[in-house]
């Protein structure tokens, strides 16, 4: 007979209600992927002023706490749902993942996997994507600004002095909040993200291709070229994804993994916005890393 800390025990690890429905919807997708899954969700759509809903180096933690004890040799597919978030968090989650699952990794995007999210996307083998589904360019940002945009003011300052010096006055003030060292900075992280990714799909999802590097070349510009997607914020729709030569799945081939993402999803939803959580990290089995803010009522 359980002796009273190990029903405390067992109580604590059944949760919430929330987490009672998530879990039993994971299950039910692991049931249909016969894979292990994990979920990468963040709050930032219900709680946009909460801390630490981007992709930071604390969430490693949570992928290590989720993938321990499990069977790697089954691969991974990882449900995203993030805006983004730290370049270098990013890539040594990728690192730990690859180092664990190597490229048998499936990216389901149920919703949005933006910016650094995209970037963790092109690190698996294939995305699967439904109608709704959403990615988002890689272009990075430094210290708040777009890198691209950066880069692009400068030059366009010079070319304009260069053309008629009289528009020096003009670009003085706007230029001078430049630090010294900014345009070098942003090209770098331009750099970075782009060689990242380029380094993922020829060694994952594109390694196959015979024209992987003019492929993988095409999908870096409509990616990360602000100037043709116009804002960091834009969606990219599964359509579009496919197009550019990323291996897309379409989520509606499979209507029972559809049934099974999307009930994952909405329970994911549920949970962020009726409780305390930003950011959930979770296995089918039900071991979870969950990060919460904590709510402060003033009495009057």
């Known amino acids: 007979m359980p002796n009273w800390h190990n029903i405390l025990h067992e109580i604590s690890r059944a949760g919430s209600t929330h987490d009672i429905i998530r879990r039993k919807y994971l299950k039910?997708?692991?049931?249909?992927t016969m894979r292990n899954v994990i979920i990468y969700y963040s709050g930032w759509l219900q709680k946009p002023d909460a801390p630490n809903i981007h992709v930071n180096d604390a969430d490693k933690?949570?992928?290590?706490?989720?993938?321990?004890?499990?069977?790697?040799?089954?691969g991974l597919d990882l449900l995203l749902h993030t805006p983004g978030g730290e370049t270098s968090a990013m890539e040594s989650i990728v690192d730990y993942l690859?180092?664990?699952?190597?490229?048998n990794i499936r990216a389901i995007i149920p919703q949005l996997a933006m910016s650094a999210g995209t970037m963790i996307a092109c690190a698996?083998?294939?995305?699967i994507m439904g109608k709704q589904s959403s990615l988002g360019p890689i272009d990075p940002q430094f210290r708040g600004i777009p890198a691209h945009g950066v880069v692009e003011e400068?030059?366009?300052?010079?070319?304009?002095?260069?053309s008629d010096p009289k528009k020096a006055a003009v670009w003085q003030p706007i230029i001078a909040k430049y630090t010294p060292?900014?345009?070098g900075e942003c090209e770098k992280a331009i750099d970075w993200s782009n060689e990242?990714?380029?380094?993922w799909l020829l060694s994952g999802m594109l390694a196959t291709k015979k024209d992987a590097e003019n492929l993988i070349e095409n999908i870096i510009e409509e990616l990360g070229?602000?100037?043709?997607?116009?804002s960091h914020a834009r969606h990219l729709s599964v359509e579009k994804c496919k197009e550019i030569g990323l291996n897309i799945i379409p989520l509606e081939d499979d209507p029972k993994l559809q049934e099974a993402v999307l009930s994952v999803h909405h329970a994911c939803i549920h949970t962020l916005g009726a409780t305390n959580a930003i950011k959930i990290i979770e296995n089918h089995n039900g071991i979870a890393f969950i990060q919460s803010v904590q709510q402060i009522v003033v009495k009057r």
Do not use: D, P, W
Not at 28 to 32: N, P
Not at 225 to 230: I, P, V
């Open 28 to 32: 039910k997708l692991q049931k249909v």
């Open 61 to 74: 933690n949570g992928f290590m706490t989720v993938i321990h004890g499990l069977n790697r040799s089954k």
């Open 98 to 103: 690859h180092s664990m699952f190597g490229t």
């Open 124 to 127: 698996c083998k294939e995305i």
């Open 154 to 162: 400068f030059k366009r300052a010079y070319l304009e002095i260069c």
């Open 181 to 183: 060292t900014l345009i």
């Open 196 to 199: 990242m990714v380029k380094e």
């Open 225 to 230: 070229n602000l100037a043709l997607l116009k």
